[in-house]
């Protein structure tokens, strides 16, 4: 079974580059739009891995994983996207199932080596 992939951004350019990337890895792609739609498809499809804007409309990235985090059984690895110089409070970003925070722009390339790193999957050099 394809390792499942939600990547929730409000940029439909990101989610577009992402998305295309990830299947390209063999991975099976989710697209949200906005953290609602981010939080619907993590409860409905129980995704392996989520890849988070931090600033999305109706619920933030932060928002969408403590609430995921306190409906589900097991807690979804997480990457946090995020603009440059946006603080993030390191306590709460802790207590999350956050595996790293990503300052946009990223590369692609990175983005998709990070999610093998964080899933655990080998990473070729």
């Keep these: 079974m394809a390792v499942k992939i939600l990547v929730a ?7 577009t580059v992402l998305a295309r990337k990830l299947e390209n890895a063999g991975f099976d792609v989710l697209v949200a739009s906005d953290g609602q739609e981010a939080y619907e498809r993590g409860i409905a499809e129980s995704p392996d891995l989520i890849i988070t804007d931090l600033q999305m409309p109706i619920m933030n990235g932060l928002e969408v994983c ?53 899933l655990k999957v080998p990473v070729a050099t």
Excluded: H, M, N, W
């Excluded at 990457?79 to 999350?96: C, H, M, N, S, Y």
């Excluded at 925070?101 to 990175?110: I, Y």
């Design 9 to 15: 951004d409000d940029e439909p350019y990101i989610t």
């Design 66 to 118: 403590a609430r995921l985090a306190a409906e589900l059984p097991v807690p979804i690895p997480t990457l946090l996207l995020t603009a440059k110089g946006f603080e993030l409070d390191p306590d709460e970003v802790e207590r999350l199932p956050i595996q790293q925070v990503l300052t946009k722009p990223f590369s692609p390339r990175d983005l998709v080596k990070k999610v093998k790193e964080a």
